[in-house]
């Protein structure tokens, strides 16, 4: 694993060292590999989602957030490393992740990652919250996130499903979106789910994300 530059630090990312995902359990926590990983603290929807929704909906975003940012840059968090980065209890952080999973979104700690198999990451789930046609009130209590958050996932979605309407493959997919392929093969999932299902919304999205895509995908060198 390639190792995190000082300088390479973003606005809001703290450096903070994990155990490695292939450490097997049972062993010693001395004697487990551990690697440097950047995480994002602090992000600007933090703030207003203090502001609306309190401090436990910001607490659940920030541990969705570096729990999967850690797993991605092959890092495990655990519920004790989740204590120490949000100065609370292991108990307030164990019932934070117990609320989460009862919504079925994936928080990948290292204790868990077991159970979790093909989880359901909060970006994927936030946008079937959407698609199945709850309000931008409700998805925010419901999943911790705020309006901003909530487009921005709503925005790649749309820009999957026009992608893969179109028959573009998974490299111009990642090329245009930006996106981690663990993330588009989540969205493909729920644009054939609700296709089934003619979903009004998806038309929707469908119709209005088209003429934007088509600009974004002409910039794209083949």
Known sequence: MKENNPDDLGVGQIPYWGVHINEPSGKPLDEMKKCRVLLTFYH????????EQGIQSLRQSKIMRMTVEAKDRGVLLTQEDLSLLLCCTVRTIRNDIRELRAMEVDVPTRGQMKDIGKGV??????????LKGYEYSEIRRRTHHSDESIDRYIRDFSRVVYLTSKDEDLLKIRQ?????????????????????????RLKELISRSSLDLKKMSQRVVE
């Open 44 to 51: 600007p929807d933090d703030h207003k989602l203090l502001r």
């Open 121 to 130: 990451s909060h970006k994927a789930k936030i946008v079937e919250e959407y």
């Open 176 to 200: 245009v979106t930006r996106l981690s392929e663990r993330l588009i093969l989540e969205y493909q999932r729920l644009y054939e789910t609700f296709s089934r299902k003619s979903s009004p």
